[in-house]
């Protein structure tokens, strides 16, 4: 094989980077965060930037590790604001069904 093949490729480097960010999702987390935070917590979420662990850049090319980063960023940053909004919106729920309730 030459150095081509070992090589990552930029594809690679966007799959990955998804795969990491999805295991590396501290959902329960971020659900809690916006069930507990409100609109806050969604706002937290929003501006929070995780980064990608830097175990898996090492040894690999500047546009690998620029387009991980990148897409691993991206990934986890919808995710968590996702989790933060389902939080909130349980809480909207239960405070709507409290409200016709009683």
């Known amino acids: ?16 980077a998804e795969q990491d960010a999805e295991s ?4 329960v987390q ?12 969604v706002l937290i979420a929003s501006v929070h930037e995780p980064n990608p662990p830097h175990s898996r850049l090492i040894g690999k090319p500047p546009e690998y590790i620029i ?7 991206a990934k986890s940053q919808r995710t968590q604001v996702l989790e933060s909004i389902g939080g909130f919106v349980v809480v909207i729920i ?9």
């Open 24 to 27: 590396n999702a501290k959902t």
């Open 94 to 102: 239960l405070a709507l069904l409290l409200f016709f309730l009683l």
């Open 67 to 73: 387009l991980y980063t990148d897409r691993y960023k």
């Open 30 to 41: 971020w659900f809690f965060i916006g069930f507990f935070g409100g609109i806050l917590g």
């Open 1 to 16: 094989m030459n150095d081509q093949q070992l090589q990552p490729t930029l594809a690679d480097a966007e799959l990955t």
